[in-house]
C-alpha cells in the first residue's frame, strides 16, 4: 500500500507540473500587463453589463477564496457596484488560467471548456440576484472609512518599463502565487494519492456514486473547506476512479475553491449578511445545476470527459520531468524560506515598536491588505506583516495600539488580545 501510494503521488505530481508551470507564468503575465485601471472603471452600474464584465474579468484570474477578498473589496472602493465585485467573488476563486490548463491535462478540453463556463454563468447571475438585496448603512459605511484605494498601485505600475513589469510578471507568479497555493496544492496532491491508493476502485459506484446525494456530500464538504481551484483538480479526479461521477466531482471542483469559512467573515463584514446569504445560495444552487447538467449531458449527448485512468501508467515526455523539476525548486525554495522566516532569530524589539497578534491572515493578499491599512495609520513609519506567525511588528512615533487594531479589523481581520 505504500509503495502504491507513493507510485499514484508521483504520478500526479508528474501529471500536473507541466499545467501549473505554464498556468503560473499566463498568471504572471496577467497580472503584470493588465492595467488597474481598465479593471475598475468598466464595473460600476447594478446591471447585467457589469456583473458580465466582473465575470469575464475574473474568470482567467488565479486567485483563491481568500485572495479574491481584498481584490474584490478593492474594485468595490473604486467604484464597482455590489453586483460586479459579488459576480468577481463567485467567478474568480473557482478557476484560473493555471487550473483550467491542469484541468486540461486531467480530463480533456470538455471538462476545461465546462468549469469556467460554469464559473462564467454563475458569478453573473449571482451578481444580478444582488440587486434584489438593499445595501446596508453597515455596509456603506465600512467602505468609506476602512478599505484603501488602488489609486497609487495604479500609478506606479503606469510607469514601470517593460522590465518592472517581467520582473513583477515572475515575482507574481512564482513568489507571490505559488506562496498563496503551495501548501494546500501538496496537500491536494498527497490527499489525492492517499485516496488513490487506500479506496479501491469503483468504491463509490456501489455506494454514494451518482445522484444528487452524492453531490450534497461533495458540497457539505467543499463550502467551508479551503482548497484552491488548481489543488482540487487531482482530489476531483482520484474521486472519479473511485466511482463518483463527473457532475459529483464536478460540485467539489466549483465549492470547494469559491468559498471557506474564513473569507465568509470578511465578506459579510464588508457587504453585509444578506449579501453573504447571496453569495453562498448562488455558489450552492449553480453547483448542483451544474452537476446535474453535466451528469445528463454526458448520458445523453456525445459528450465525453477523459477519465484520469491514465495516472496509473503514464509515459511521461522530458517535458514532464523538466516542468516537475522546474516547478520542484520554486516549492523548496518556498519552504525553505519560510521555515527560515518561522524558526530563524527574532530581531531586537525597540522601544517605538509594537506587535500585534492578527487573525485571518491566509495568504499573500491578506498580507498586503493588512501591511497597507497599518501604514495609513498617522505616526507609522514602517510595518513587517508576517503570515508564518499571524503577526504585525509597526515603527512609529506616538501610534496608539487601539489605533492599529481599528485598522486591522477595518481590512476584515482580527486583533487578538
Known sequence: MIADYFKETWALYLEMAPYLMLGFTLAGVLHAFVPRKAVGRHLGGENLISSFKAAVLGVPMPLCSCGVIPTGVGLRKRGASRAATVSFLISTPQTGVDSILVTYGFFGWAMAIFR????FISGVLGGLAVILVKPGAREDEWMKHHMHSEDALAEADAKKSIGQKFADAYHFAFRELLGDIAFWLVIGILIAG?????IPDDFFAGNMGNGIGAMLVMMAIGLPLYVCSTASVPIAAVL???GISAGAAFVFLMTGPATNAATMVVIARALGSKVLAVYLASIAVFALVFGLGLDYLLANTSLTITMPEHMHDHGAAWWHYATMAALSFFLLRHFFYKLKRRYGAAPKAM????QLNIEGLNCSHCVKNVK???EKVAGVTSCEVSLDKGTAVVLGENVDREVLAAAV????YKVKA
Not at 469556467?116 to 464559473?119: C, E, F, G, H, V
Not at 479589523?409 to 476584515?412: F, I, Q, S, V
Open 372 to 374: 497597507d491599512s497599518l
Open 116 to 119: 469556467p463556463l460554469a464559473a
Open 351 to 354: 522601544n517605538n515598536e509594537l
Open 194 to 198: 492517499v485516496i488513490s491508493a487506500v
Open 240 to 242: 472519479m476512479t473511485k
Open 409 to 412: 479589523e477595518g481590512a476584515g
